[in-house]
């Protein structure tokens, strides 16, 4: 382990982006942690069990290149999806802004998830609230960036449908007048309000947005929680130049029978500027 680190410490060192992808993980076996307790804790360990496969099998060739991009993925993990099974297939994937950087992280994301599974578009993009600074109360305009751009991936046909995740009723309904292509879903998060409010209820029912539940935390990802990931998988490097910039969670899953077929999570980081 201490050479894999060394070789994955000098590549991070030089290099400017880390990509990093978990494959399905589904396809694990043995790298999969029985049953994580939380998402934060399935994806901590998810990253650095994709570090600690990547840093086991750096070639001498791509030490020798010190590429400016950095791929780091678990190889035998990687699956594409058979375009001839495409239509029996759902491909959704849920959006995380993680650090305070332009909404062209929306396309960046959306591009690669689509290469990595091998498809030209998605089916179902829900983008989580991005960050606010604390006591600021998430309006229009923090949520107007990222979603011209999702909407321009609509319209470019990389994304069938678009939603949100944790609005009020007040925020959605502003959402949905201001923007061009609608919020088809809203994700509710129930562990923070019990039930379904009947004024955000009325307002979805109206206007024929799905309201679905979900259990993620508030952050999961946070810049400190990558950066000890990171710092633990790979000791010989300064964690705490590198940020995370945004996190997509996919699923792959056969309409016909409602079956997961495919899971894993994609991320991108950068250094920041010495």
Same mark, same amino acid.
């Given at each position: 382990?201490?050479?894999?680190?060394?070789?994955?410490?000098?590549?991070?060192?030089?290099?400017? =982006?880390?990509? !990093?992808? =978990?494959?399905?993980?589904?396809?694990?076996?043995?790298?999969?942690?029985?049953?994580?307790?939380?998402?934060?804790?399935?994806?901590?360990?998810?990253?650095?069990? =994709?570090?600690?496969?990547?840093?086991?099998?750096?070639?001498?060739?791509?030490?020798?290149?010190?590429?400016?991009?950095?791929?780091?993925?678990?190889?035998?993990?990687?699956?594409?999806?058979?375009?001839?099974?495409?239509?029996?297939?759902?491909?959704?994937?849920?959006?995380?802004?993680?650090?305070?950087?332009?909404?062209?992280? =929306?396309?960046?994301?959306?591009?690669?998830?689509?290469?990595?599974?091998?498809?030209?578009?998605?089916?179902?993009?829900?983008?989580? #609230?991005?960050?606010?600074?604390?006591?600021?109360?998430?309006?229009?305009e923090h949520l107007q960036p990222y979603w011209e751009e999702l909407q321009d991936l609509v319209q470019s046909k990389k994304i069938v449908a678009i939603g949100t995740s944790d609005l009020d009723k007040t925020q959605l309904e502003q959402l949905y007048q201001w923007a061009q292509v609608k919020p088809n879903s809203n994700q509710v998060n129930l562990a923070s309000c019990c039930v379904m409010p009947p004024d955000l209820t009325a307002f979805a029912k109206q206007f024929d947005i799905q309201l679905l539940t979900?259990?993620?935390?508030?952050?999961? !990802?946070?810049?400190?929680?990558?950066?000890?990931?990171?710092?633990?998988?790979?000791?010989?490097?300064?964690?705490?130049?590198?940020?995370?910039?945004?996190?997509?969670?996919? #699923?792959?899953?056969?309409?016909?029978?409602?079956?997961?077929?495919?899971?894993?999570?994609?991320?991108?980081?950068?250094?920041?500027? #010495?």
């Open positions: 382990m201490g050479t894999d680190s060394r070789a994955a410490g000098a590549l991070l060192a030089r290099a400017s =982006t880390l990509h !990093l992808q =978990t494959g399905n993980l589904l396809n694990w076996g043995r790298l999969r942690k029985k049953c994580p307790s939380t998402h934060s804790e399935e994806l901590r360990d998810c990253i650095q069990k =994709t570090l600690n496969e990547w840093s086991s099998q750096i070639s001498p060739d791509l030490v020798r290149e010190f590429p400016d991009v950095l791929e780091c993925t678990v190889s035998h993990a990687v699956e594409k999806i058979n375009p001839d099974e495409r239509e029996e297939m759902k491909v959704s994937a849920k959006l995380f802004i993680v650090g305070s950087n332009s909404s062209s992280s =929306t396309k960046s994301a959306v591009d690669m998830a689509c290469s990595v599974l091998g498809v030209a578009q998605l089916d179902s993009v829900i983008i989580a #609230s991005p960050p606010v600074e604390d006591g600021v109360h998430l309006s229009l979900h259990n993620d935390p508030k952050e999961l !990802l946070s810049e400190a929680s990558f950066q000890e990931a990171l710092q633990e998988s790979i000791p010989d490097i300064e964690a705490h130049e590198w940020v995370p910039l945004w996190l997509l969670r996919y #699923s792959v899953i056969v309409k016909s029978r409602g079956i997961i077929k495919s899971k894993g999570y994609i991320l991108q980081a950068k250094r920041k500027s #010495s």
